[in-house]
């Protein structure tokens, strides 16, 4: 497999030397400055290659292998194929990257939130930090600060009364950072960044979209956009839910293995296919990772390794060393393995290491929450472990 490492571009702390200094070889980014929904031009595209693959003298060579992601606008989600106009942009940004020489595209189809967290800088006993999602955090926001309409059904009266209560002993100060973790986007995020108010309209226009109707306008996008794929050489790979279940009332349709089968079944197209995100599908103690490893092996061409802790209450996490979570990372990396070595080298896996802990001198520096660069050179150094330890080192 090769070593991924996500970089957010020039302005990222975490330089392209720092990348290089942690061993990645392959890099994953995406045009973040552009608006979602606008279109990636070739020439945009190839002067973001060529700041990452011309590399300075003697320096070692990178490579921009995957784009993560090319954000589909909300409207795609809400009404599939009528959409028209929405994915033929989408289509020409794709065809801009293909016409660059890049072969896999990540996207996720979160409807109005991407991935969601309640902590972004949660004490761990060693003293470093980490991601993590508290459920009664999140019914707080739910319940109290954005007051969704009918949110109580979706809630235990016990689970009500203590988001009540810890909605009580909160500072204005810390509902309005909680609101904002989970309003504007997490790095990286392919949602727009909103306010309360125009996030509470988003999730009304979600009213008559049930999961039924969400996968049925993934399956419609997957048909009109695979075909273009399939003529640019390009592998599309669709990113799990973070969390895994349905968040707001609104439905979730990439959180398991059936999801997935439903949509391999639907649209065989050889483009699409999947990223194994342990992360995120690791939250739920249903998912069988190993299981899920090899069943979608064919499928999977993108691979983000991180590793989640359930708490004891079963629905709040927290992101754990990369070695350290529910997840069964050597019986994953196991099977991508096997299916590594029936592939030609050029279609070789490209992991990252995801996210990382906040530790060491990043404790006192500007980091992007999830994306320090000590944390996530710890994770990815494991991880290489892994891969010589089951005989297949790093290619
Ligand atoms: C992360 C995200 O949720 C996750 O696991 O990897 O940053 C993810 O990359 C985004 O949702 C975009 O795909
Ligand atoms: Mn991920």
Redesign the pocket.
Known sequence: MRQGW?WFGQQDPVTLDHVRQAGATDVVTALHDVPIGDVWTREAVQARKDLIEVAPMRRQPLTWSVV??IPIPDVVKRQGAAARAEIATWIASLEAVAACGIRLV???F?PVV??TRTDLDFPLPTGATAMRFGHDRFAAFDLCILARPGAEADYSADDQARARALFESMSDGETAELARTIVSG?????SDALTLPAFRERLLAYRDVDARRLRRNLIAFLEKVTPAAEACGVTLTL?PD?PPRPLLGLPRVASTAEDYAALFDAVPSGANGM?F?T??LGVRADNDLPAMAARFAGRIHFV?L?ATRREPDGRSFYEADHLDGDVDMVGVMRELVAEERKRQPSRSLVFRP??GHRMLDDLDKRITP?YAGIGRLKGLAELRGILYGLGAPPN
């Open positions: 996500r993560e992601s990540c996207y996720n979160m991407d991935w997490l790095p990286g995020s392919t990113h973070d990223c995100c992360g995120s983000h991180r995801d996210h999830g």
